[in-house]
Structures are given as structure tokens and as C-alpha cells.
């Protein structure tokens, strides 16, 4: 599955120099509110230890990891719901993302210029929350006129759509965004063909200085509060020293990060966190042509997983022979596993669980 994250935040805070180190896709970053005009895109590997680990058991010519792409989207500002700086176009981009990663500047530095004149994370937090909140009210008051005519001719339906919407509509009126509502199945339908931009879930990267890491500072404090609230994501990073770690090769990285006293890049978190987030896990397929990883959603059954790799796996479904990583790992092989009685043949109920390595058998 495909998995986009938008980066988002006010003009100035990193972002650019955050998406360059994620992509290494060179995308424009200087000191000044709108060097991003279009929406960079830069498709970026899952690091996971396990699927390297797996290619060299199978003695694979290839390993392909899982990708997650980024989208450095324009620096907003006050009024970008109603056309200010490059508003409208670029919450346009936002509505296409799964997540929203919302950069907040956590760092002082008299020669990087602050487009309100000074640092306050909880102050830049609330001007992007409002203006998709604002854009959002403004999406739903339109429904809520259309849906209100429908109302009035009694019909079941159209009444509990509008009674959702006016229930939406005042929520968002208190300036809680649209994924903290509280809601029924048949709603979260109904919101989720609405594309709020506040109903996408977000995580939080408080950008801080170097010697700031790996816990930041009091800016990050206030920032790990507003977060609680919101029960989202938040992770530390370093933008400036993430764009270094990027142009390093692995293990001068892996060197440089020991160094510094840390187990993974603040990328490498991010990403994770990413993933957390969504929901996503991770399964395999190995084998000497092979090993890749596939993305799916917790809870997704095998069947649906196989789906992932090709739509014959899960229109001719018959069963999931499934090794744990841990087991494939020690054991070595798949051959080994199935001797040892490691292997399960599990049918179209079996939930795959994050590491799976997986063998579909399948009708054509």
C-alpha cells in the first residue's frame, strides 16, 4: 500500500531541511517564507534490520525494502484558509496525505528568521491548527446546507446526516479538530468521505539543535503537553543534523550516530513513528530472487495481504504458510522451519502479525 505523510509548519521552521534529509530529493531550502512552491514528493525506504537480515539467509539478488513518501508542502501562515501567502493551493495537497507531520520549531537562532518574530511552539501550533480547522468549518457549513433540504422531507437518512454534521459542525466551532469526535461506525463513514483535514492523524517533529538531543528542551516540553491532548505522535529531531547523517554512507552513519551517543537517526524514528501511527506493519517474502517488504494495516487478513503483492494471491486464495521472523532468524531457512514443525498453514481467518514471513499458495 501506498503511504503518504505531508510535512507541514510555518515558513522557516526546517521542514525543507528535514524533507531534503528524508528524500535526499533536493528540495530548495533557503532562509525565506515560500522557497517550496510546489509540493516535492520523495518516495523514502522503510530501514528495517529484519529484511536485511532475511535477504542474506536467502542469499537474495535483490532486497527491496517498503517505501513511505513525504510531501514538503509550502510554509502556511495566518490566513492561509482564505488565500493568504500560498494557503489554498497547498491545504489542497493536504487533503491527499494519510498523516500530517507537523514540523515545530524548538530552537533559537538569531540568524534564521522566525516569521512572527520569535520562537513559541504553542503559538505556531495554533495558527496551522487553526487554519485547517477554519478550512474544514468551512467544507462542513456547505454540507451542512445541502444535507439540511434532504432533512426536510423526513427521510431517515438525510435527518441523521444532517443531525452528524451540525454535531460536526459545532466541534470544530470549538476549535477541536475533527479527528477527536467522538463517533459511531456509520459516522466515521460519513466523515471520512468529507477528506477534513483535521480528521488525518498527526505527528509532532519538534525541531531542535543539536546539542539538544535526544530529549529537547523546554520548547519540546510544550509541544509533548499539546500533544497529549491531541493524543498524537511526537519525535525529536535535528533537522540540520539529519541533512549531514543523510549525505553520509551507512557506516560512516552508523559511526557517526555512535558518536553522538545515538541508537537510530532521528529519520529512522520519524518514519517508525510514522508508521505507529497509521496503524502499519510490516510482513516478508524471501527467497534467492528476493526478499521484500510489504506494508499492510494491523488487522488485515491473509488473504487481503497477499492482495498487496498481486490480486491473484487473494482472488485465489488457498493458504499462508507463515514463519515468524524470530523463527526464520534462528532456525535459518524456510526448509529448516518446515522440518523443525515451525511453519503454520494458516487459512483465510489468520491475521498476520508484524514480521511474518510468508509463503501464499494460491488457485490461478
Known amino acids: 500500500m501506498a503511504v503518504r505523510c505531508g510535512i507541514v509548519g510555518l515558513p522557516n521552521v526546517g521542514k525543507s531541511t528535514l524533507f531534503n534529509a528524508l528524500s535526499e530529493a533536493g528540495a ?31 542469499e537474495s539478488k535483490e532486497v527491496t525494502p517498503a517505501s513511505i513518501e513525504f510531501v514538503d508542502i509550502a510554509g502556511l501562515v495566518a490566513g492561509a484558509s482564505k488565500g ?30 522566525h516569521v512572527s518574530g520569535s520562537v513559541d ?34 427521510d431517515k437518512e438525510a435527518v441523521a446526516q444532517h443531525q452528524f454534521m451540525q454535531r460536526l459542525q459545532d466541534h470544530l ?13 456509520a459516522e466515521a463513514e460519513m ?12 505527528l509532532y517533529a519538534a525541531n531542535v539543535g543539536e546539542d539538544e538531543l535526544p530529549e529537547g ?7 509533548r503537553a499539546i500533544a497529549a491532548k491531541e493524543n498524537a505522535g511526537v519525535v525529536v529531531v535535528s533537522a540540520e543534523l539529519e541533512a549531514q547523517i543523510a549525505e553520509l554512507d551507512p557506516d560512516e552513519r552508523a559511526l557517526f550516530l555512535d558518536e553522538l551517543g545515538l541508537e537510530r537517526s532521528g529519520l529512522e524514528r520519524l518514519i517508525r513513528a510514522a508508521y505507529d501511527l497509521l496503524g502499519l506493519i510490516t510482513f516478508f ?45 534462528v532456525l ?9 514443525g515451525k511453519l503454520r498453514a494458516e487459512g483465510k481467518d489468520y491475521v498476520v502479525k508484524d514480521g511474518d514471513v510468508i509463503l501464499f499458495r494460491f488457485n490461478v
Open 285 to 329: 517474502t524471501t527467497g534467492p530472487k528476493e526478499t521484500r517488504a510489504w506494508t499492510i494495516e494491523q488487522g488485515t487478513r491473509a488473504p487481503a495481504a497477499g492482495g498487496t503483492i498481486h490480486s491473484d494471491f487473494e482472488r485465489g486464495f488457498i493458504r499462508a504458510e507463515t514463519i515468524p521472523f524470530e523463527t526464520f532468524d
Open 332 to 340: 535459518g531457512s524456510e526448509a529448516a522451519a518446515r522440518t523443525a
Open 28 to 58: 530548495e531550502s533557503a532562509n525565506y517564507p515560500f522557497c517550496t512552491i510546489d509540493p516535492n514528493v520523495g518516495a523514502v525506504p522503510v530501514p528495517d534490520d529484519r529484511l536485511d537480515r532475511l535477504g542474506e539467509l536467502s
Open 191 to 202: 466523515l471520512h468521505e468529507l477528506f477534513l483535514l483535521t480528521s488525518k492523524p498527526v
Open 121 to 154: 511552539p504553542a503559538r505556531d501550533i495554533e495558527v496551522i491548527d487553526t487554519e485547517l480547522l477554519l478550512k474544514d468549518l468551512e467544507t462542513v457549513e456547505k454540507r451542512v446546507d445541502r444535507v439540511a433540504k434532504a432533512a426536510k422531507t423526513g
Open 173 to 185: 466551532g470549538d476549535g477541536e479538530p475533527a479527528r477527536t469526535l467522538d463517533v459511531s461506525e
Open 217 to 223: 528542551n523546554a520548547y519540546v516540553d510544550e509541544v
Open 84 to 113: 493568504e501567502g500560498l494557503g489554498n493551493q497547498f491545504l489542497g495537497h493536504i487533503r491527499e496525505v494519510d498523516a500530517i507531520v507537523h514540523v515545530v520549531r524548538c530552537f533559537d537562532h538569531d540568524n534564521v528568521v
